[in-house]
């Protein structure tokens, strides 16, 4: 959405003159020194048409700017030939330089969001502040948090790049045929090209209990649930691929890892004294990868037999159940056949832990 003069005006006159001067001057420090360059001076330095730029800046997810906008630095200026130069020496096509790109505006703005409310939520229940003075006073702190805070996203980039190259592109043949026993190749999911244990977890009577809650408490229950999701499946070898309000959707490489994972994910929160239960089911099967999401029928089956899980039970298809057969970790337990939109008749199979401990979370 562009920006007008006229907005930034009105926003700034609801601010303290001396506030107004603190954030330009923090401004000023993150962006690498003073908003002195138009979008045409960019372009042209970048060595892109307008239009190509302005694809550029939208999938970095910055907002349009005028002409006579003096929107961008000299740091701006250099950063942004690094997806242009990529694409001339060959090592990008463009639509994949703005794919990756829009991948690193999209996760950086979410990022950001989580990070702010996270420091403004901690100085307001330690430190007493209103949510007011706390945003106010977060601008004081930042300048101390940029480079610690940078070093660990580079940290963790880094490692989550060694780990996704490992897990969808070295190992992702060995998975394919890993999923072939008890497949003829005519399933919904057979042209896809990684196999995947695909889990939802749902809280049981999130929508009743969010309505009798203030802000505070609905937004611990969330954090909390969200925390402890994350937990054990990082603990469990899974992704956690997102979260949707009451429900996260995970996948392990192995049905072995989802199975596991899954069952931790039903005993932990039967044992939260804070948490509702949740209803968990997973699906051994074939899956697309796009975006950072995962698609296809193994997603969507998947999430119908959450919806068809009792509170506190996990439940399986008949095929993932053959997968896991044989390990003595596993006791199955099989439903009576259901018909499910989009599958027509399915076989549920209840999932419960045999012997061994299982997930052990610290």
Not at 9 to 17: K, L
Not at 297 to 307: E, Q
Not at 317 to 326: N, P, S, Y
Request: charged content about 25%; some cysteine.
């Amino acid at each position: 959405m562009e920006q007008t003069g006229g907005e930034d005006e009105s926003r700034a006159a609801a601010v303290p003159e001396e506030s107004r001067r603190t954030a330009k001057e923090l401004e000023s420090f993150l962006l690498g020194g003073e908003r002195t360059l138009k979008r045409r001076e960019v372009a042209a330095g970048v060595g892109l048409s307008l239009y190509s730029a302005r694809k550029l800046w939208r999938a970095l997810g910055m907002p349009n700017f005028t002409d006579d906008d003096l929107a961008f630095t000299l740091a701006d200026l250099e950063h942004l030939k690094v997806m242009p130069r990529l694409v001339r020496e060959g090592v990008l096509t463009e639509d994949a330089a703005l794919s990756v790109t829009r991948a690193i505006g999209q996760m950086t703005d979410r990022m950001v969001v989580w990070q702010v409310e996270a420091l403004v939520e901690d100085m307001v229940s330690t430190q007493g502040m209103s949510d007011a003075e706390a945003r106010l006073a977060l601008v004081d702190l930042i300048p101390d948090l940029v480079a610690p805070l940078e070093e660990m996203l580079v940290y963790s980039w880094r490692r989550q790049l060694t780990a996704g190259v490992q897990r969808l592109a070295l190992r992702a043949q060995a998975g394919l045929e890993s999923s072939a026993p008890g497949r003829d190749g005519s399933e919904d999911d057979s042209p896809l090209p990684l196999a995947r244990a695909v889990g939802f977890a749902d809280l049981v009577s999130y929508t009743s209990l969010s309505r009798r809650m203030n802000e505070k408490t609905l937004a611990q229950m969330v954090q909390r649930f969200e925390n402890r999701c994350a937990e054990i499946i990082s603990v469990g070898g899974g992704r956690l691929v997102k979260t949707i309000g009451d429900e996260v959707l995970y996948i392990a490489e192995t049905p072995t890892a989802g199975a596991l994972i899954s069952l931790a994910m039903a005993r932990e929160f039967a044992e939260d004294e804070i948490l509702p239960e949740c209803r968990v089911a997973m699906v051994w099967g074939r899956v697309l990868s796009r975006l950072g999401d995962i698609y296809g029928p193994t997603v969507n089956l998947a999430a119908r037999l959450t919806a068809l899980a009792e509170p506190g039970e996990v439940l399986v298809d008949d095929v993932t159940a053959k997968a896991l057969a044989g390990d003595e970790r596993f006791v199955f337990t099989p439903r009576e056949a259901q018909t499910v939109r989009g599958f027509g008749e399915i076989h549920p199979v209840t999932l419960q832990a045999g012997s061994g401990p299982g997930i052990v979370l610290d």
